[in-house]
């Protein structure tokens, strides 16, 4: 079975710090994805990135990087210089893979609440 | 317009009603789903429908019933809910082949 562990249930920060959000994941599979999701208050999950397991370099956008670890099986989330319209619950989430007509079934964390204060 | 959406945003019932959940979708995906977030538990898959088929149903009440009329257009039909099926449901959809989900805004449903 899959699952996915967000330990971090809250975390609070001033603005301009940076903050990493941590995500440990368990599976059987060999091929699978990883997500990580934003929710604001509107309520709507935002895809931010997707990683499979064969890629393990780390990618950064913007002020956001990840760190995708095999050996360790996570695949932390970091915010460099946070803001305040970074507050949301953030996701992580993996999906198995079953080949080129599956579907997106998806295993979420818990998820991180971030609030980042002016 | 926002690519996936939902209907309507806020939601209270008794537990004798009947209504349903609007999802539609404008990106031309063929994979609509249903989750359920309810409140300290992480998001819960209901159903998933690839090609308007239904393909998956986790274990999921019969007063809960999804309808797939088009690619475009997914709903869920409630009856006779129980209080503790007050959470917020999220509609997405996705392109087969580990495409990522893109979600509604959900539908804040109030069992009373």
């Known amino acids: 079975a899959q699952k996915v562990t967000q330990a971090q249930t809250e975390i609070s920060v001033v603005e301009k710090e940076d903050v990493t959000l941590d995500c440990v994941y368990e599976?059987?599979?060999?091929?699978?994805?990883l997500f990580w999701y934003k929710q604001p208050p509107s309520g709507e999950l935002v895809f931010l990135i997707r990683r499979n397991s064969f890629d393990e370099q780390n990618e950064i956008s913007g002020r956001y990087s990840w760190n995708f670890q095999k050996s360790t099986s996570s695949f932390n989330f970091t915010i460099t210089a946070s803001q305040v319209v970074d507050s949301a619950v953030y996701f992580c989430a993996l999906s198995e893979f079953a080949g080129g007509t599956s579907y997106g079934k998806l295993t979420f964390g818990q998820g991180t609440i971030l609030t980042v204060h002016p | 317009e926002t690519g996936v959406t939902q209907t309507p945003r806020h939601l209270v019932m008794g537990m004798t009603n009947k209504k349903s959940l609007k999802c539609e979708q404008h990106l031309g995906h063929n994979a609509m789903y249903w989750y359920k977030q309810s409140a300290k538990k992480p998001l819960e898959l209901m159903f998933v429908y690839s090609l308007e088929e239904r393909v998956e149903n986790n274990s999921v009440p019969s007063r809960f019933s999804p309808e797939c009329p088009n690619s475009s257009h997914l709903f869920l039909h409630l009856h006779t809910l129980q209080p503790e099926d007050s959470a917020l449901y999220l509609c997405a959809s996705s392109q087969t082949g580990i495409s990522p989900l893109h979600f509604g805004n959900g539908t804040r449903l109030t069992v009373t």
């Open positions: 599976t059987r599979d060999t091929t699978y994805y």
